[in-house]
């Protein structure tokens, strides 16, 4: 019967074959086939003093945890100690931009000859702005596939109907591209200085040119819309006023282009407390 005290994972990579470890992605994490060592998570009561052995090594962790590195030979007879309560074996680490997708079963929806890719929609957000340099958001010409970029924190050429802030149009955002970052950024002085509009972008949007198609987003195909609101003020972010203007502008364009929109909006607040009145 396998130890109760010793993690179903590692009984297993402990009882698999060689050959079978070696094809598997997790059964062999931890181990070391040259000196037959295992470097295990353990959970424990006790004084640290008595973790410890010949040819065992201890890094004591808070909580009552520590890693311990030991013979495979060893192992059941390490978890017998009194003071011992559970032993695992690591897991790999992962990205979390290649896990995330197929979480959310994006990756089947992409994949095939009827993949959905976003072409034909607009994907517009209200946020922190977005690096429009950022390979993942410009076709394999180089031209930019954001059609409109409303900055409202640049004073000067608002949209028509609105108020504040500057209007840049897919033309001039060529342009700056084409004069390279150092011109470029001054004929279209927008960028995004905390990179969440640019981060949330590329995962609703990104074509994945960054990287190779790797970290490729969900509509990776469409064109987009981006509204970068007001300048944080003292002690605050922007404010619901510029957040609604933003959604509206986004709406009327799709509106006039006659496409479809997805927006993201990643800002937001409680509004206050959410507890019941008596």
């Known amino acids: 019967m396998p130890d109760q005290k010793i993690e179903n994972l590692l009984n297993l990579a402990m009882n698999a074959l060689p050959q079978e470890r070696a094809k598997s992605e997790n059964l062999n994490v931890g181990y ?17 003093s008595g973790l410890g052995g010949e040819r065992i090594q201890v890094v004591p962790l808070l909580g009552g945890y520590a890693v311990v590195t030991l013979p495979e030979s060893e192992i059941a007879a390490y978890s017998v100690r009194e003071q011992i309560e559970f032993i695992e074996k690591p897991k790999r680490l992962y990205f979390e931009t290649f896990e995330e997708r197929e979480a959310s079963c994006i990756l089947p929806v992409q994949n095939g000859a009827d993949g959905l890719t ?7 957000i209200v946020d922190s702005g977005v690096d429009y340099f950022h390979p993942d958001f410009r076709n394999e010409d180089g031209s930019t596939r954001i059609l409109r970029l409303w900055d409202q ?10 108020v504040l802030g500057t209007e840049y149009t897919k033309e ?3 342009e700056a591209l084409a004069l390279g970052e150092t011109e470029g ?3 279209v002085p927008s960028g995004d200085f905390s990179g969440h509009g640019t981060a949330v972008l590329g995962i609703a949007a990104g074509n994945g040119r960054a990287s190779d198609g790797v970290n490729r987003g969900v509509a990776y195909r469409s064109d987009l819309l981006v509204v970068k609101m007001g300048n944080p003020r003292e002690n605050s ?5 510029e957040l609604m203007e933003g959604i509206d502008y986004l709406i009327r364009q799709a509106v006039k282009m006659r ?10 607040n409680n509004y206050g407390s959410h507890e ?3």
């Open 172 to 174: 001039e955002i060529d």
């Open 237 to 241: 972010f922007p404010r619901t006023t």
């Open 153 to 162: 924190s640049v004073a000067g050429n608002p949209p028509e109907n609105y």
């Open 32 to 48: 070391d086939p040259t000196t037959r060592l295992w470097e295990v998570i353990v959970k424990y009561s006790g004084p640290e």
């Open 118 to 124: 976003g072409e034909g929609i607009l994907v517009g």
């Open 185 to 187: 950024r001054r004929l």
């Open 276 to 278: 019941p009145y008596n």
């Open 259 to 268: 496409k479809p929109i997805v927006i993201n909006i990643s800002f937001g």
